[in-house]
């Protein structure tokens, strides 16, 4: 048996999750380009795109070169600074023959990227609302012309509408969504500028996306999904995909376990609106109390059987992405049975 | 100039904080055990048992096996759960001539102990409060009773004080610790089983231990610090070892940044205490507001000149060991120049 703590995935429900994403896309006549910082592995990134993806979405140019190797269209959904080295980077991928789509967000970074990398694609990131990166979207057509006069190509907009991962904000998140690629759309094309590609997120908000702007999604999590999305009503617990494997180390007093999965396997993530660090989909009533770098306090409801000493103990993380880079693996299960396993290629390629 | 996101190291500064933490220990008589978790490199090792060590503590039988390259003397405190194949990687590491000790905290933890290792020392864990894992103190002569009968050879308790990372908490919190020790040192002597070794924590409480009865500490943080040991007072500025260097990508409003530290850099903790994700040590009133995986927002004080697009930015994390985790190299800095890289070899050794 594989040694505790390590992350396990169920092919079937993984593959069940691309499908659905892959047809309500398909349905409303979006483009779905899957974001693979979410599980970083070539081997699921093939299954996306024979899925129908269009290509796929990366966070950094190391996961752009990794993904590379299994497709030829890329979008760096990033307001990437590019220095000198990052530059020449990006050049080698386009070079290779690589699509390589990059985020601009201000005229001082896309002056930049033309600089350090020369003539290559963009979209520019508006901000619908999470106010993290992004610039007003009415800034937007003030920062394509800039990107268009350094020798950029604008291929359109993006947004992440990452305030969307609240309880019950879903679809007004998507309504914001669409208002800022609308705005966005309109000040590119009162400068004659293209907007082919109008792009949103995310787990949350693209089962909702109407898609009367949008024309292309960027979900994460979908693969996997995680105790977040159980909790925002995304999911439902047939639809977890992944769970790191624990075993049961200590039970210093009745009702409260300790499993091996510490933060240093499940990351530390916990939004302010959840009171667990993870879900046991064997014990759901059990909150996850305390976590720190190898325990994870299990506290059991009374009426629940403790398990023992020794048992082995499913946990699904509350933010699967954060998860998968500190593994190098997946035990790939099937029926609770190990079937294989799955590099993760791209952990720890975040720069 | 290496690309950003990465890990910075301060040679000076480490080497000053393992030499005051070391005098600090032994002026009192105490043995100096450090947490190899927090660093989770060989080349720091060596230089903390240079500087007068006893051994390594860490936290799996993977980090053992790692730390077996550099030290003989190796604490494992944690209480294993030893399935056949941990029990026959501890087995290798004593037949190679490695003293192991592992931590135990019931009877039946010890028996599968004793089955799957053989014959090989144990400390007791008790709990002084922290409430994680750990037998009641009262509890250390039954469980130090059964590991005995099961062929296990106890050399005496451990515990750790991890409720002393709290504003205002560490002195009373040692007073815990040794209360907790003292209470277990008297149960295995009334069995008459050794209690030569007394093992305490951790960064908060280890200047503020009296040393009555404990007879080892088992810091790990003081290596580097971090923001969460700055704002509880361990340390000052000028002790902080380790930080991320990141790159301003973004800054779509006045006195705002985006960098490119994100949670896949620095960790998601963040303790309920402190309202920031990282202290920027160039911008002290600075606060990381929102910490996403690839973006960490940044609010500066509005009588501060922020730094411009592409500047390289410092960010101190809150907890360096799920930091350190998430890399696979420190870059060593020497007044702000690179000098070297060390590997983190034990990145990922959490099993």
Same mark, same amino acid.
């Given at each position: 048996?594989?040694?505790?703590?390590?992350?396990?995935?169920?092919?079937?429900?993984?593959?069940?999750?691309?499908?659905?994403?892959?047809?309500?896309?398909?349905?409303?006549?979006?483009?779905?380009?899957?974001?693979?910082?979410?599980?970083?592995?070539?081997?699921?990134?093939?299954?996306?795109?024979?899925?129908?993806?269009?290509?796929?979405?990366?966070?950094?140019?190391?996961?752009?070169?990794?993904?590379?190797?299994?497709?030829?269209?890329?979008?760096?959904?990033?307001?990437?600074?590019?220095?000198?080295?990052?530059?020449?980077?990006?050049?080698?991928?386009?070079?290779?023959?690589?699509?390589?789509?990059?985020?601009?967000?201000?005229?001082?970074?896309?002056?930049?990227?033309?600089?350090?990398?020369?003539?290559?694609?963009?979209?520019?990131?508006?901000?619908?609302?999470?106010?993290?990166?992004?610039?007003?979207?009415?800034?937007?057509?003030?920062?394509?012309?800039?990107?268009?006069?350094?020798?950029?190509?604008?291929?359109?907009?993006?947004?992440?509408?990452?305030?969307?991962?609240?309880?019950?904000?879903?679809?007004?998140?998507?309504?914001?969504?669409?208002?800022?690629?609308?705005?966005?759309?309109?000040?590119?094309?009162?400068?004659?500028?293209?907007?082919?590609?109008?792009?949103? *997120?995310?787990? @949350?908000?693209? !089962?909702? %996306?109407?898609?009367?702007? +949008? =024309? #292309?999604?960027?979900?994460? /999590?979908?693969?996997?999904?995680?105790?977040?999305?159980?909790?925002?009503?995304?999911?439902?617990?047939?639809?977890?995909?992944?769970?790191?494997?624990?075993?049961?180390?200590?039970?210093?007093?009745?009702?409260?376990?300790?499993?091996?999965?510490?933060?240093?396997?499940?990351?530390?993530?916990?939004?302010?609106?959840?009171?667990?660090? *993870?879900?046991? @989909?064997?014990? !759901?009533? %059990?909150?996850?109390?305390? +976590? =720190? #770098?190898?325990?994870?306090? /299990?506290?059991?409801?009374?009426?629940?059987?403790?398990?023992?000493?020794?048992?082995?103990?499913?946990?699904?993380?509350?933010?699967?992405?954060?998860?998968?880079?500190?593994?190098?693996?997946?035990?790939?299960?099937?029926?609770?049975?190990?079937?294989?396993?799955?590099?993760?290629?791209?952990?720890?390629?975040?720069?």
């Amino acid at each position: 048996m594989t040694a505790t703590p390590y992350l396990a995935v169920d092919a079937t429900v993984l593959d069940a999750n691309i499908a659905a994403m892959a047809s309500s896309a398909a349905a409303r006549g979006l483009s779905l380009r899957p974001h693979a910082k979410t599980h970083k592995c070539l081997e699921i990134a093939r299954r996306q795109l024979s899925a129908g993806a269009v290509g796929l979405t990366v966070a950094t140019v190391g996961e752009a070169e990794i993904f590379a190797e299994v497709c030829q269209d890329i979008f760096i959904a990033y307001p990437l600074w590019a220095d000198d080295a990052k530059g020449a980077r990006l050049r080698a991928l386009v070079d290779a023959g690589v699509r390589v789509t990059v985020g601009v967000d201000s005229a001082v970074g896309a002056a930049q990227l033309a600089v350090a990398a020369g003539a290559i694609d963009v979209l520019v990131e508006v901000d619908s609302g999470h106010h993290r990166s992004g610039c007003p979207a009415a800034d937007a057509g003030a920062v394509a012309a800039a990107a268009t006069e350094a020798g950029l190509t604008v291929r359109g907009a993006f947004t992440f509408p990452g305030h969307g991962y609240t309880p019950g904000a879903a679809e007004g998140v998507a309504e914001q969504e669409e208002l800022a690629l609308a705005v966005a759309r309109d000040r590119l094309a009162a400068r004659g500028l293209s907007f082919a590609v109008l792009s949103g *997120g995310s787990t @949350p908000t693209a !089962p909702v %996306a109407h898609g009367g702007v +949008l =024309s #292309e999604l960027r979900p994460g /999590v979908y693969v996997f999904n995680d105790a977040q999305q159980l909790h925002l009503g995304t999911c439902s617990a047939t639809d977890l995909a992944l769970w790191a494997v624990g075993t049961v180390v200590s039970a210093p007093t009745g009702g409260r376990i300790v499993l091996d999965t510490g933060s240093k396997v499940l990351g530390a993530d916990r939004p302010s609106w959840l009171e667990t660090f *993870g879900f046991l @989909p064997d014990y !759901p009533g %059990a909150v996850v109390v305390q +976590l =720190s #770098e190898h325990h994870a306090v /299990v506290e059991l409801p009374p009426t629940v059987a403790a398990p023992a000493h020794g048992d082995r103990v499913r946990v699904v993380p509350n933010h699967v992405c954060n998860t998968v880079n500190l593994a190098d693996e997946f035990v790939i299960e099937a029926a609770g049975r190990p079937t294989g396993r799955w590099l993760i290629a791209a952990r720890g390629a975040n720069r």
